[in-house]
Protein backbone atom coordinates (compact mmCIF):
# COMPACT_ATOMS: atom_id res chain seq x y z
CA UNK A 1 0.00 0.00 0.00
CA UNK A 2 1.41 3.62 -1.14
CA UNK A 3 0.64 6.69 0.83
CA UNK A 4 1.07 9.68 -0.47
CA UNK A 5 1.70 13.33 1.24
CA UNK A 6 1.74 16.90 -1.23
CA UNK A 7 4.07 19.67 0.11
CA UNK A 8 2.66 22.99 -1.10
CA UNK A 9 5.59 26.47 -1.67
CA UNK A 10 4.30 29.45 -3.08
CA UNK A 11 7.12 31.16 -5.18
CA UNK A 12 6.79 35.14 -4.98
CA UNK A 13 9.06 37.49 -7.22
CA UNK A 14 9.28 41.13 -8.22
CA UNK A 15 10.17 42.89 -11.15
CA UNK A 16 12.71 45.27 -10.01
CA UNK A 17 13.33 48.31 -12.79
CA UNK A 18 17.19 48.96 -10.49
CA UNK A 19 18.39 45.40 -12.05
CA UNK A 20 16.13 45.35 -15.01
CA UNK A 21 19.33 44.49 -17.15
CA UNK A 22 19.71 40.92 -14.95
CA UNK A 23 16.86 40.44 -13.61
CA UNK A 24 17.34 40.60 -9.73
CA UNK A 25 17.25 36.50 -8.55
CA UNK A 26 15.98 37.45 -5.40
CA UNK A 27 12.72 36.16 -4.23
CA UNK A 28 10.22 34.49 -1.52
CA UNK A 29 9.28 31.09 -1.18
CA UNK A 30 6.14 31.19 1.65
CA UNK A 31 4.75 27.80 3.22
CA UNK A 32 1.95 28.24 5.26
CA UNK A 33 2.67 28.35 8.93
CA UNK A 34 6.50 29.06 8.49
CA UNK A 35 8.55 31.66 8.09
CA UNK A 36 8.77 33.38 4.91
CA UNK A 37 12.67 31.74 3.41
CA UNK A 38 14.28 34.47 1.59
CA UNK A 39 16.34 33.07 -1.27
CA UNK A 40 18.23 33.77 -4.50
CA UNK A 41 21.12 32.69 -6.70
CA UNK A 42 24.18 31.81 -5.61
CA UNK A 43 26.96 34.11 -5.55
CA UNK A 44 28.96 32.15 -8.16
CA UNK A 45 25.49 32.65 -10.48
CA UNK A 46 25.32 36.39 -9.60
CA UNK A 47 22.72 36.33 -6.46
CA UNK A 48 22.50 37.79 -2.99
CA UNK A 49 25.31 35.91 -1.09
CA UNK A 50 23.19 36.67 2.01
CA UNK A 51 20.66 34.36 1.38
CA UNK A 52 19.18 30.78 0.80
CA UNK A 53 20.01 29.19 -2.51
CA UNK A 54 18.36 26.51 -4.38
CA UNK A 55 22.03 24.73 -3.91
CA UNK A 56 21.82 25.15 0.02
CA UNK A 57 18.39 24.24 -0.21
CA UNK A 58 18.72 20.76 -2.46
CA UNK A 59 22.02 19.85 0.53
CA UNK A 60 20.38 21.27 3.55
CA UNK A 61 17.58 18.44 2.33
CA UNK A 62 20.08 15.65 2.00
CA UNK A 63 21.73 16.06 4.89
CA UNK A 64 18.74 17.24 7.06
CA UNK A 65 16.82 13.76 6.14
CA UNK A 66 19.33 11.57 5.77
CA UNK A 67 20.00 12.25 10.16
CA UNK A 68 16.37 12.01 10.39
CA UNK A 69 16.18 8.53 8.65
CA UNK A 70 19.71 7.43 10.62
CA UNK A 71 17.74 8.26 14.05
CA UNK A 72 15.34 6.49 13.02
CA UNK A 73 16.75 3.23 12.10
CA UNK A 74 19.24 3.94 15.03
CA UNK A 75 16.30 3.95 17.54
CA UNK A 76 15.16 0.45 15.64
CA UNK A 77 18.40 -1.25 16.41
CA UNK A 78 18.86 0.02 20.28
CA UNK A 79 21.17 2.44 19.46
CA UNK A 80 21.36 5.58 22.02
CA UNK A 81 22.66 8.38 20.00
CA UNK A 82 23.73 11.63 22.26
CA UNK A 83 25.01 13.75 19.55
CA UNK A 84 24.78 13.57 15.51
CA UNK A 85 26.83 16.57 13.06
CA UNK A 86 27.54 16.49 9.47
CA UNK A 87 29.61 19.09 7.88
CA UNK A 88 28.19 17.98 4.06
CA UNK A 89 29.47 18.72 1.06
CA UNK A 90 27.78 19.02 -2.75
CA UNK A 91 29.67 19.12 -6.34
CA UNK A 92 27.72 21.12 -8.88
CA UNK A 93 29.03 20.63 -12.44
CA UNK A 94 28.04 23.27 -15.25
CA UNK A 95 28.50 22.11 -18.63
CA UNK A 96 29.36 24.17 -21.68
CA UNK A 97 25.53 25.26 -22.57
CA UNK A 98 25.36 26.83 -18.99
CA UNK A 99 23.15 23.52 -17.48
CA UNK A 100 24.28 22.43 -14.41
CA UNK A 101 23.68 19.06 -11.94
CA UNK A 102 24.45 17.80 -8.62
CA UNK A 103 27.17 15.10 -9.59
CA UNK A 104 27.75 14.25 -5.57
CA UNK A 105 27.03 14.49 -2.23
CA UNK A 106 29.26 13.90 0.40
CA UNK A 107 27.75 12.95 4.11
CA UNK A 108 30.38 13.05 6.68
CA UNK A 109 28.20 12.51 9.86
CA UNK A 110 29.92 12.40 13.24
CA UNK A 111 27.40 10.55 16.09
CA UNK A 112 28.50 10.18 19.65
CA UNK A 113 26.55 7.00 20.99
CA UNK A 114 26.19 5.06 24.61
CA UNK A 115 27.43 2.05 24.32
CA UNK A 116 30.87 1.01 22.88
CA UNK A 117 29.63 -2.13 21.57
CA UNK A 118 27.35 -0.93 19.18
CA UNK A 119 30.29 1.06 17.24
CA UNK A 120 30.26 -0.67 14.02
CA UNK A 121 26.68 -1.31 14.09
CA UNK A 122 26.12 2.47 14.37
CA UNK A 123 28.57 2.79 11.17
CA UNK A 124 26.92 0.48 9.23
CA UNK A 125 23.59 2.16 9.41
CA UNK A 126 24.15 5.14 7.33
CA UNK A 127 23.33 2.27 4.50
CA UNK A 128 20.07 1.69 5.71
CA UNK A 129 19.12 4.91 6.78
CA UNK A 130 20.20 6.16 2.77
CA UNK A 131 18.09 3.21 1.74
CA UNK A 132 15.10 5.23 3.95
CA UNK A 133 15.25 9.02 3.05
CA UNK A 134 12.65 10.79 0.78
CA UNK A 135 15.00 13.07 -0.44
CA UNK A 136 18.02 10.52 -1.42
CA UNK A 137 15.50 8.27 -2.59
CA UNK A 138 14.37 11.50 -5.15
CA UNK A 139 17.95 12.24 -6.29
CA UNK A 140 19.84 10.90 -9.82
CA UNK A 141 23.28 11.41 -7.85
CA UNK A 142 25.22 9.85 -5.65
CA UNK A 143 25.16 10.47 -2.02
CA UNK A 144 28.34 9.10 -0.03
CA UNK A 145 29.36 8.68 3.12
CA UNK A 146 32.26 8.99 5.29
CA UNK A 147 30.97 7.93 9.24
CA UNK A 148 32.73 8.29 12.31
CA UNK A 149 31.45 7.12 15.34
CA UNK A 150 32.37 7.77 19.26
CA UNK A 151 31.53 6.41 22.66
CA UNK A 152 30.24 9.33 24.75
CA UNK A 153 32.66 10.16 27.57
CA UNK A 154 35.46 8.53 25.33
CA UNK A 155 36.99 10.94 22.83
Not at 18 to 37: F, M, N, P, Q, R
Not at 91 to 118: A, M, Q
Request: hydrophobic content about 40%.
Amino acid sequence: MEFKHVFKAKLDWLFSKKEAATYTKSHTITIDGKAVLNVSAAKAFKGDPALYNPEDLLLSSVVSCHMMSYLYVCKQNGIDVITYTDEAEATLEISDDGSGRFIVIKLNPKVRITNKEKVEEALSLHKKANKLCFIANSCNFPIVHFPTCEVAGIN
